[in-house]
């Protein structure tokens, strides 16, 4: 008796562990997929197939210097106009450049993956990951010491912030936020040089805009977020000891430009046959831009990032008082719209179909006008390009990469 209930005890026990052992094993796999399959974000999953076989080591191949006095930079934005030639640029003099960029679609979407090939060519690489990602960001921080931040990532374009505010919110503020908290804890901090605008000046009167001028009256909400963006960097300037350069350009452009922006969509336009607006103030005012050739801004970008000071602080600590600075990059010689159409019309040899149009209150301003003397003294800063030697290097860059030839 007492040998068969000890028997059909230890029968018992071990189908009460049999059936313990597995259900534990299906826990532990439902706790897998729910881990891998619903709690990961989308940041995560991106991260995920960027993290592929090699990843790791793309990225510290292409953040290697080839000189032992070189930098080495995280570009934000490198696959954007100002970006992908900042990258070129700082590539051919032998820094070290990582490009993050999250290849949206606001504007072509094949044009930045054309950017992106053309840098790759010559040994940058670029992630596809978002500014927002503090996962991707640390991960980058761990991976390479980076000793500069060139931040160009930013929702860009004024009118398009009537149809997509949040866009704006996103990249130009959560997302400057989100690199400053990832800078300001790196071991050592990176030096950081990011792109304002000079829409900060807004509805400024007084011409030429200098640094020290009024820009609390932003004429749309993108101006409202570089202005923004400036207080942070001011703020993480002073609680972190972060050293930031903000950089205000004026109306760039070039080839790889941007198809948002007038000078661009112009071109198509006029090429195309279609009428084109030109914007005119009331009681003849006249609507102009400071256009400021892209290899100028990338001259002005490469010299603020090679004056600029170390961060002083780490890990989150401020040791000391660190470098904040802001300069316009501009041209200054304002030219009307006019004039660029003018000047497209007698490049591609077409004639435009202009038509006037009294201009819109849709976030743009009437005229920028910089004045570039403290970039001048600080940075050595000179733009060489005049609009009609900018713009023909332009349109020979469009006919090509469109495939187009003039009507003569
Ligand atoms: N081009 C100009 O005339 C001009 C004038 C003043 C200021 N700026 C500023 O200069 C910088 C560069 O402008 P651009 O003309 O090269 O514009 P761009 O749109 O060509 O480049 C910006 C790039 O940033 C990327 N990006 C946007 N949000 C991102 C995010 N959250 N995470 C990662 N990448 C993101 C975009 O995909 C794009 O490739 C921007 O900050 C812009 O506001 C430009």
Redesign the pocket.
Known sequence: MTRFSSANRFRFQFSISKYAFWWCLFFIVLLCFVSNHLLLSDNDRRLLRNRGKGWEQRVLSSASPRSSTGSTVLV??A?????SHVSAALRNRGDGVVG?????N??DVSL?HDRRAMLESSGVFIVD????DQVLLKKLFSIVQFTHVMH?????GVRYAMKNPASYI??NLS?FVNLLEVCKEAKPQPAIIW?????VYGLNSKVPFSETDRTDQPASLYAAT?KAGEEIAHSYNHIYGLSITGLR????YGPWG?PD?AYFFFTKDILQGNSIRIFEGGKGGVVARDFTYIDDIVKGCLAALDTAEKSTGSGGKKMRPAQLRVYNLGNTSPVEVGSLVSILERLLKVKARRVATPMPRNGDVMYTHANISLAEKELGYKPTTDLRSGLEKFVKWYLTYYNQSTVN
Do not use: P, W
Request: net charge neutral; aromatic share 16%; proline share 0%.
């Open positions: 934000t934005g696959a954007g106009f100002i970006g993050l960029d999250n290849f949206n606001y504007y930045k990951g978002d500014i927002n160009l990532a930013a929702q860009a996103d990249s997302g792109a304002s605008s000079s829409s570089k350009f004026f109306t760039v941007r922006m």
